[in-house]
């Protein structure tokens, strides 16, 4: 009978196993994911906030640049549409150059950005490899039984519970025949 009771405890702590290195996979998947979004809400929030801030910016230039303009021009004594004109095209000349400056500009900063979000989604990679490669025997063998289908689980209780019925038959008609000699 004890080696029923025996089987029977290791079988037990194998599902117990079992259960806390799935529950432990499944929390560091979790936990993996969870960082991977925020960091991406993140970004893309900070580009939002880059480009509104830009826009804003850029519409306050232009002001500042055509008051400045017209009042030269009309303290230079010349007709307002012609010196118009002349700004409106130096304007241009001079925000096209400016909005080119500050692309470059964003797509370092994007690119530098996305080199260290690739940094660390490979560093958990990493991590979640490593923790999956130094896994004891037990775990190993959790994860193996973790992948076994349902038909073949019940199979395999089946199996289990046929084994012993045998071993309490045979312990209770002939227990010598399982004494090791």
């Known amino acids: 009978m004890s080696l029923f009771l025996r089987l029977q405890q290791l079988d037990d702590e194998n599902s117990e196993l079992r259960s806390c290195e799935k529950r432990k996979l499944q929390d560091e998947v ?12 993140s970004r893309r929030k900070m580009g939002d906030k880059l480009s509104h801030e830009r826009h804003q910016n850029q ?11 017209l009042e ?5 004594g010349r007709s307002p549409s012609a010196g118009l004109q002349e700004y409106q095209t130096r304007t241009r000349e001079a925000e096209l150059e ?17 080199d ?16 999956l490669m130094s896994a ?10 973790n992948s076994v289908s349902r038909a073949e689980e019940e199979i395999n209780y089946r199996l289990q519970d046929y084994i012993d019925k045998i071993i309490v038959a045979i312990m209770e008609s002939n227990p010598s025949i399982l004494e090791v000699k």
């Open 30 to 41: 979790e936990t993996m994911s969870d960082r991977l979004n925020e960091e991406t809400e």
């Open 72 to 76: 030269a021009e009309a303290k230079r």
């Open 59 to 69: 519409k306050e230039k232009e002001s500042t640049q055509e008051l400045y303009k």
């Open 116 to 131: 260290e979000l690739n940094g660390q989604i490979i560093n958990l990679s990493i991590q979640g490899a490593k923790n």
């Open 136 to 145: 004891s025997f037990s775990d190993s063998l959790a994860a193996e039984i």
């Open 98 to 114: 400016q909005e080119i400056k500050r692309l470059k500009q964003d797509n370092r900063t994007l690119k530098e950005q996305n």
